[in-house]
C-alpha cells in the first residue's frame, strides 16, 4: 500500500521561506514521478511542480525560479523547497503519486503567507 505523509507547512510572511517534504511508503521514488498540487482558499487545486523518475523537475511559472523541487531516495522523501513566498502562495499542499495508474495523495499540509 503507498502513503504519503506531508509536513512542513505553518504560517510564513511574504518573502520567507518553507520547505515542504513529502514522505512516501510502499513504493520506490525512483521509479515514478511525483508531483505537488496547491488547493488554494477556493478549492481550485493545481499542479505545481512535478520530479520525474529520473529525478529531473518542472515547475509552472508562477513558482519557477522560487521554488525547488528535490529528493531523498535513501529516505523515500520528496522536497519542495519555498523561497520568496507571496500571499498567491497560501492554500494546502499535497504530494501525489501515480502507481501502477492508480493515483495516491497525502492528507495536505497547510501554507499560509502574510503580506
Known amino acids: 500500500q503507498v502513503q504519503l505523509v506531508e509536513s512542513g507547512g505553518g504560517w510564513v510572511q511574504a518573502g520567507g521561506s518553507l520547505r515542504l517534504s513529502c514522505g512516501v511508503s510502499?513504493?520506490?521514488?525512483?521509479?515514478?514521478?511525483m508531483v505537488w498540487f496547491r488547493q488554494t482558499p477556493d478549492y481550485q487545486r493545481e499542479a505545481i511542480a512535478r520530479?520525474?523518475?529520473?529525478?529531473?523537475?518542472t515547475y509552472v511559472p508562477s513558482v519557477k525560479g522560487r521554488f525547488t523541487l528535490s529528493r531523498d531516495i535513501a529516505k523515500i522523501t520528496v522536497y519542495l523547497q519555498m523561497n520568496d513566498v507571496k500571499p498567491v502562495d497560501t492554500g494546502i499542499y499535497f504530494c501525489?503519486?501515480?502507481?501502477?495508474?492508480?493515483?495516491?495523495w497525502g492528507q495536505g499540509t497547510q501554507v499560509t503567507v502574510s503580506s
Open positions: 510502499g513504493t520506490d521514488i525512483n521509479m515514478i514521478a
Open positions: 520530479i520525474s523518475s529520473l529525478g529531473a523537475p
Open positions: 501525489n503519486a501515480r502507481v501502477v495508474g492508480q493515483d495516491y
